[in-house]
T-cell receptor, first 112, second 115 residues
Framework: EDQVTQSPEALRLQEGESSSLNCSYTVSGLRGLFWYRQDPGKGPEFLFTLYSAGEEKEKERLKATLTKKESFLHITAPKPEDSATYLCAVRESAGGSYIPTFGRGTSLIVHP | DGGITQSPKYLFRKEGQNVTLSCEQNLNHDAMYWYRQDPGQGLRLIYYSQIVNDFQKGDIAEGYSVSREKKESFPLTVTSAQKNPTAFYLC??????????????FGPGTRLTVL
């Protein structure tokens, strides 16, 4: 069973149509949840880190929120340049290595 | 500018050959990582290193080897023992893995294709 599950796998939106991406996790002790954006053929670009339930962070049209079981990446009035794959990663406190585990990502396409 | 570089961008390997992927960072980060990315899969950890001259296996280390002789460099060798090496390889670095704020910064990736 995956520790980090992202949904939906793919999402198509019209420009201006707001929506949310989901990242649910099953780790025992959260020590950070990370969001990244990845453009085709490129390395992931860091967006946000969230540490505790109730925390929120914003950057332009993106807002990330965190609960005890999941995180949402809200995209408000998206533009075509927001098209990318969005990756979620979770770091847990058990084990001591603190290496993040990545989800499979959500592929977002925003049509003009 | 600080960042992570990977080379080459594209690499072609014949069956039975070993190839080495380069990763260099000038962010003064202690930790470095190698991931493999396949279509429809998340990033899977191959190896990571928390300090010079030390490294640990990740989830899919079989058929790969690494070295960490300098803080700035963490090359990955894909050996002939790796049965399905065609993939996109990503190198990342971060401050020490035990730090609170240790988000990873990624390089641009190397796409390896077996001919």
């Amino acid at each position: 069973e995956d520790q980090v599950t992202q949904s939906p796998e793919a999402l198509r939106l019209q420009e201006g149509e707001s929506s949310s991406l989901n990242c649910s996790y099953t780790v025992s002790g959260l020590r950070g949840l990370f969001w990244y954006r990845q453009d085709p053929g490129k390395g992931p670009e860091f967006l946000f880190t969230l540490y505790s339930a109730g925390e929120e962070k914003e950057k332009e049209r993106l807002k990330a929120t965190l609960t005890k079981k999941e995180s949402f990446l809200h995209i408000t009035a998206p533009k075509p340049e927001d098209s990318a794959t969005y990756l979620c990663a979770v770091r847990e406190s058990a084990g001591g290595s603190y290496i993040p585990t990545f989800g499979r990502g959500t592929s977002l396409i925003v049509h003009p | 500018d600080g960042g992570i570089t990977q080379s080459p961008k594209y690499l072609f390997r014949k069956e039975g050959q070993n190839v080495t992927l380069s990763c260099e960072q000038n962010l003064n980060h202690d930790a470095m990582y190698w991931y493999r990315q396949d279509p429809g899969q998340g990033l899977r950890l191959i190896y990571y290193s928390q300090i010079v001259n030390d490294f640990q296996k990740g989830d899919i280390a079989e058929g790969y080897s690494v070295s960490r002789e300098k803080k700035e460099s963490f090359p990955l060798t894909v050996t002939s023992a790796q049965k399905n090496p065609t993939a996109f390889y990503l190198c990342a670095s971060s401050t020490h893995t035990g730090d609170v704020n240790n988000e990873q910064f990624f390089g641009p990736g190397t796409r390896l294709t077996v001919l």
